[in-house]
Structures are given as C-alpha cells and as structure tokens.
C-alpha cells in the first residue's frame, strides 16, 4: 500500500489504534512507513476509500483533529463556496482560484482535501456527539489555518473571524446558537432570562499557565511598553495560549522546526518563546488604536465646525483642563503615533501659526465619544443638534497643517508639552466674586493686585490665591454662623421670620406645585410638619405642609437650629417674592444657617437672601472644581514622575499591574475558607 493513503506526517491511523511519531523527521516516516506497519500486526490500516463512516470519525477523535461538519445544504446553498471567497480574499500569499480555496478550506475544516470533505458529506457524517462550541470550531481553523498558510496564530484569528463560519449549518447545533434560540423563546413568551455570572467575579483573572509564560520570558507585567516602543499585551498572549487545540503539540513535533522536543513542556515552550511571544509584541501606536488605550489623563476628542461636520481631531488633556493645539486627520493614523509620543514621556511639536493661515470656528461635542474610529461614531456625530456644539477657539489652516488658535493669553506649558486652555472658564476670577465677599481686605488684597497676563502656568496667574483666600473667607462665614446659631433660641427666630411674612402668607407660598409632585408626597409631607411641630411647638402657627417642606430640604431634613433657619429663609423669599419654581432649585440646604445669621444681624436684606445663595453655590462651585483640579493635576504629576523615574531604570517606558506568579486568593476561596471554618456544611 503507498504511503498517500495512511494520514499525514506520521499519524497513522487504525481500527484500534495510533503510532505517534514524535521527532520523526516527515521523510523517515515516508521512507520506513511499510516497516513500521510490518513491526506491529495487531494494527491493521485501513485505506480512508474503504474506512467505515465509523471509522472515519475514530480516526479523527483519536487524533484530536476537529472535523468540523459540513452538509449537502452548505454545498447546494453556496454557503460553503462564499466562506471559500472570504478565504481566498484573506490568503496571505498570492491568489487564490475559488477550487484552491475550496480546498484549502476543506483541510482548515478537518478534512484531508475536498474530495474527501465531499465524500464525508455523502456518508452523512456530523459532527461528535457532543457539539462543538463557536469558539472551538473558530480556534481549530484559525490554528490549522496558521500551520497551512503558515501565518502568524494571532493573524489567523483574525482572518478566521472575517470568513463567517457561522453561516455553515452546524453553527445551529453549537451551544450558543442554542441558547439565542432559548433567549429568543424566553423573551417571546415575556419571562425575563436571568444568568447568574456571579461567580465569574469571586476568581481571580489569573491564567493557569502563568508561570510557564512568565518562565518563556513574558514581561510580568498585563501591559508593558519596551525601550523601543513595542507594546506587550498580557491578555494577548494569554488569548493565544487559549485558543491553541488540545493536540496542538502533537502537529507541531510533525514540524522540523520542534522535531527533536520531546516533553510537552518543552515543546510549549519553545513554541510560545519562537512564535507567540513575538505576536504579543506590537507597535504601540497599533496598540493604541486596537486596544483603546489612551495616555494617564487623556482622551481624544472629534473637532467639528460650525456646519456640524467632523473637520479632524484633538487629544486633551483632562487632568490639566488643556488640549493640545494639533489638529489632526479624522481617518488618519498620525494622531495614534502622537499619543504613542505622548505615552512614552515625549512631547508633540507644535508649528506656529503663520501670518496667511486661514481661520475657522472650532467647536467639540457636547456628548462622550471616543474618538478612534469616525466610522463608528459617524451617525451620531451627524445627528448632534448644531445648538449643543461647545465653542473652542479659531482654527488655523495653512499648508498641510491644522493648529487650534486660541491666541497668547489661551496658552499654557506643562512639562514641555504646549496646550490651549480648556473648561477653565469656571475657574474664580475677578468678576465673578460678588460684592458682599469682595468687600473682606483678604480678597480685596488678591484682586488689587490681580495680574495683567494669565502666565503659562497651567493655572491663569492669580487664580489660586483668589481659590485660597475665598476658601478663607467662606470657611469663616460659616464658622461665624455655627457659632451666632448656637446663642439663638427657636422662638427669636420664627419671630424674625414673621416679621418677613406672617404665618398664613408662607403657607401660601409653599402651597405650590413646584414644592409638592403629588397627592402622596402631600401626604408625607403633611406626616413629616406633624412630628416636627410636636416637637418644636414655636412652629404652632405654621401648616403642617408648610414645616414638613421646609425640613425636606434642610440638611439631612435633621431637626436641628439649621432646619429651623429655614423658616426663616423661605420667609424672605415669600416676603421678596420669588418665583415658586425658582425658589424650590435654590440650593438652600446647608447655607441656611450663613443666611440666616446675615439676616438676624440685619447685614441681609430679605430682597437680597435669594440673590445670595445664587452667589454661595456658584462661588463654592467654583472653589470645589478649582480644589478637584488642583488634586487631579497633583495626581497625575505624581504618575508622570513615577514613570519618569520607570523609565530611567532602562528596561521598560510604561507598565501595567503586575501579573502574580503564583494564583490570589479570590472571594470565592475566602468565603469557602470562612463557611468551611464556622463548620457549615
């Protein structure tokens, strides 16, 4: 008998059995083949013409090759000659004819060539007993498909998902096909589907081959970028080793490039050091825009103009509040190589702005989107309202070149990098200070001596002693009223309130639709005066409704000399006649006992009480995102020295979390431990 009809490369199929012949050279076997089968006559080879459909599958079992199967209806539909066109469209090498791809498609399915793929379909062979899932069937291609072509695993993953092996009919017998039906079922019949996945979070992401890896000389890290800038992806390469086949080893010592290793320890070894390890590795302005990692403090955001229409995109920098004033294509990969720059400790250069550059209006989105792929984000991009567009600043065109022109004074430099000023228009300045604040000689002393430029620092020069000295003052004004607040008595309040608006005017007031939604916060309302007024019984000539509203929106609706400082309040807004509506968004709350100490010292006047708790939110806004940003700066210079300090040592630009060697603990063996300890069953 020839050679040609025993399987390929030493896999010599039986009826009871298999010779494998690990580190034989494919040209031993060739030569010796007849004195191998003549030196074991317990094994009887059958010719695959004459092999039983019985047989056909042993022989495909017990080799641990996955024969996917395919129908007459895959032939006869022409499904099975499309999946043939996207591999030929995918074929690394050369072109393909649509009988080339067939059968090449044919061995990537299981079979040793399509007269054979053809001649199973006739014996009806399907698939094992058990289905195989999508991602089986997808790893078993992907890996024939990286030996056959030969191409890179990670390559050949991706040229698997783009052929569409689920239009084959065996797709319908996998469990997922199964389950969507049973989804589809389920929420035909009105039942939610519930899954518990709660026990995926009680384990550690932890890969059971990470020492091996780490010992084949994987960085230690789940994201790393090297001297050179090639990027390392833990999850890539952990995503390889996931999709290998069980038998994976046993096709690659029929290679001569691993013949000779005999444990298979050495042989996945050599394997993830030669070729898995290297597809881990990728540039790291690829990394970016394939993974969507972005910079610490970063985000790229799609620069529109005043028709609405996608004009390119810049990358900001949030943690500063500045953008860099690059302009870059919306379909071009340059902006990924920037934030590759970026990433690694550089800075993007900045042309300046010549005399003849023509301006437009830039403006950004109102909405979040990521910015990576104007494909992806386009529909919504068309569809934004032009009214919710945010201005920028001019845009300067010259050339080959897009610069955001926002002019001297919209500048600012942070550790080399040049940026435009952004969002920080809600900082403190000069003319949003009011008044009654101005007049204390601590903020006085800062806007007296307010500087003409902002500077190039990231915050506008003057902007911090103006945060420090109103948080001084603001800080005092409160401390003052604790203490004015705690020589009051509950009755000389409520008479000061009276003398604003008497009893049955605030009940009036109160009585509105914009305090009350409906019947039954009515209802509670009405419960919650009740209580309070049995105990504090100064509050007898006020409504029921009228307490319960007020203590809603006091601090934390206590019963404590603030909540009572809010009858006083309110008092003031119906005596100065606020609108309803706005008097129920004032932001009252905590500020009640600060404006009722300025009204009981007589330094408010009553019209002047809503006013001023305009002024109080805004101005404590403003102090509260000045101290976030200034905290969110501090943060992110610390990260930037800490890589600075990475990048000195010389071995790597930037690391992610460490992988352990060993596997954590999860919450699923702790809590284990803990019910095994208290003796539970």
């Known amino acids: ?36 089968l003549n030196a074991t006559p317990f ?51 050369g072109k393909l004819s649509l009988m080339q791809a067939q059968g090449k498609l044919a061995h990537l399915l299981g079979y040793r060539s399509l007269h054979d793929l053809q001649q199973a379909v006739k014996a009806h062979l399907l698939s094992p007993p058990k289905a195989a899932t999508r991602e089986q069937i997808t790893d ?94 833990w999850g890539q390469l952990t995503a390889l080793v996931n999709s290998l086949p069980a038998d994976f080893q046993d096709d690659l010592v029929m290679e001569e490039g691993y013949m000779g290793l005999q444990p298979e320890a050495d042989v996945f070894r050599a394997f993830v050091m030669r070729e898995l390890l290297p597809q881990a590795f990728a540039p790291l302005a690829q990394t970016i825009k394939r993974d969507k990692r972005l910079p610490i403090g970063l985000a790229v955001h799609w620069l529109m103009n005043g028709e609405n229409r996608v004009i390119g995109r810049v990358i900001e920098n949030w943690a500063l509040g500045g953008i860099i004033p690059v302009v ?4 071009s990969d340059d902006i990924f190589e920037a934030l590759a720059d970026l990433m690694c400790g550089q800075q993007v250069n900045v042309p300046s702005v010549p005399g003849g550059a023509i301006h437009i209006n830039g403006f950004l989105p109102s909405y979040s989107f990521q910015g990576f792929d104007i494909g992806a984000d ?8 032009k009214d919710t567009l945010q201005p920028l600043c001019a845009v300067a065109y010259w050339e080959k070149h897009a610069v955001l022109d926002a002019g001297e004074g919209g500048l600012f430099v942070e550790q080399g990098q040049l940026y435009i000023r952004h969002q920080q228009h ?11 604040l101005s007049s204390d000689k601590r903020i006085r002393a800062v806007l007296d001596n307010w500087p003409g430029a902002p500077g190039r ?120 006649s606020v609108d309803p509506e706005s008097a129920d968004g004032a932001a009252v709350g905590g500020r009640s006992l600060l404006l009722g100490a300025q009204l009981m010292a007589g330094r408010l006047d009553a019209r002047d009480v809503f006013t001023c708790v305009q002024d109080l939110v805004r101005i404590e806004r403003a ?40 596997k954590p603990v999860g919450l699923g063996e702790l809590l284990e431990k803990a019910r095994m300890s208290r003796g539970s069953p």
Request: hydrophobic share 45%; charged share 25%.
């Open 426 to 436: 809600m900082f403190l300045s000069p003319e949003r200070i009011p008044a009654w």
């Open 328 to 331: 870059y294509d919306a379909q």
């Open 1 to 36: 008998m020839s050679f040609h009809s025993i399987s390929i490369y030493g896999k010599i199929s039986a009826r009871i059995g298999l010779i494998r012949t690990a580190g034989i050279g494919k040209g031993y076997v060739r030569d010796h083949a007849p004195r191998l």
């Open 623 to 662: 102090v509260d995102l000045l101290e976030s940003k200034r905290q969110r700066i501090f943060k992110w210079r610390s990260e930037e020295k800490a890589l600075q300090q990475l990048r000195a040592d010389g071995h790597y630009l930037i690391v992610g979390e460490q992988v352990p060697r060993k």
């Open 457 to 576: 620092d990231v915050f506008p020069a003057g902007v911090e002693a103006l945060r420090s000295a109103t948080a001084a003052v603001l800080q005092d004004l409160y401390r003052q009223s604790d203490e004015a607040a705690a020589t009051w008595s509950n009755d000389a309040v409520i008479q000061a309130a009276l003398r604003l608006a008497p009893a049955k005017a605030l009940d009036q007031y109160l009585d509105d639709e914009a305090f009350i939604e409906d019947a039954s916060e009515r209802y509670a309302l009405k419960i919650r005066g009740r209580e309070v007024k049995e105990e504090v019984p100064e509050l007898h000539a006020y409504e029921d409704l009228t307490v319960g509203i007020v203590w809603s929106k006091s601090v934390k609706g206590l019963l404590d000399m603030s909540a009572i400082a809010g009858i006083l309040v309110y008092s003031a807004f119906c005596a100065s």
């Open 140 to 233: 078993s291609v992907a890996w024939k498909l990286s030996r056959l072509a030969p191409m890179p695993l990670a390559d050949a993953r991706e040229a698997t998902q783009g052929l569409r092996l689920s239009m084959l009919e065996v797709d319908a017998s996998t469990p997922e096909a199964k389950f969507e039906e049973s989804q589809k079922s389920a929420l035909a019949s009105g039942p939610m589907l519930f899954l518990d996945e709660s026990g995926t979070f009680f384990g550690p992401d932890w890969h059971p081959r990470t020492p091996e890896l780490l010992d084949c000389g994987a960085p230690p890290y789940s994201f790393a970028v090297l001297p050179d800038k090639r990027a390392f992806s």
């Open 43 to 93: 094994f009887k080879v059958a010719h695959p013409r004459q092999a039983s459909p019985r047989l056909f599958f042993r022989r495909h079992r017990k080799e641990g090759i996955m024969r996917i199967a395919v129908s007459q209806a895959d032939l006869n539909s022409g499904r099975f000659s499309a999946i043939s066109k996207s591999l030929a469209k995918a074929w690394p090498h």
């Open 378 to 385: 386009a529909d919504r991009l068309a569809s934004l309202p």
